[in-house]
Structure formats: structure tokens, C-alpha cells
């Protein structure tokens, strides 16, 4: 039997990405994706708004689109209280 015939070049499927990390600690800030998926972590003490989705101290708001999509959002952040920290983790196509 020809094992060729089942072999599998995955090279062909893959797709090369980078991991960004930025923290962000200023209210009404606008923060874009332009990526394939975007997490973000509340380091702050109360909650923070993202696009006016709460997420509570120590929550996270993880954000994934399908294999070769992009997300164009542009995502507001607003923090209860006027100031806190919020880390964003993007998954990028390189």
C-alpha cells in the first residue's frame, strides 16, 4: 500500500501569528483589534467596561474569531471609578 497517499503536509494549513501584550490604564480609552483573537484582563480593583460589556476585577472578556478571520473592532474601555488596568493579549497573523 502507498503510505503517500495518506500523508498529510500540514506546512500548507499552517498559519504564522504573533502573541501582543499592552495594559492600558486610561479611562474612555479606544483600544483596535486588528486581530484573530483578543483577550482582556481586568487587573483593576473594580470593574471594567468594554464596549459597555461589564467585566468584573480579575474577570477576563476573551474575543475569538474562525482560522483566517480578522476582528476590526474598535473596543472602548471604561473603568468604574475612572482608573484601573486592563492587560490585552491579541493573536495576530504575521
Do not use: H, W
Not at 501584550?21 to 484573530?36: G, I, K, P
Not at 473594580?46 to 482560522?67: M, Q
Not at 471604561?78 to 482608573?83: D, L, Q, V
Amino acid at each position: 500500500m502507498d503510505k503517500s497517499v495518506y500523508s498529510t503536509n500540514y506546512n500548507s494549513f499552517m498559519k504564522n501569528y504573533k502573541t501582543e501584550m499592552q495594559t492600558y490604564t486610561e479611562n474612555e480609552l479606544d483600544v483596535d483589534s486588528f486581530c484573530n483573537d483578543i483577550t482582556f484582563y481586568n487587573g483593576a480593583a473594580t470593574t471594567v467596561y468594554v464596549n459597555g460589556f461589564p467585566v468584573a476585577a480579575g474577570g477576563t472578556l476573551r474575543i475569538s474569531g474562525n482560522e483566517g478571520e480578522i476582528n476590526t473592532t474598535k473596543y472602548k474601555l471604561s473603568f468604574n471609578g475612572g482608573t484601573g488596568s486592563v492587560y490585552v493579549i491579541r493573536k495576530k497573523y504575521i
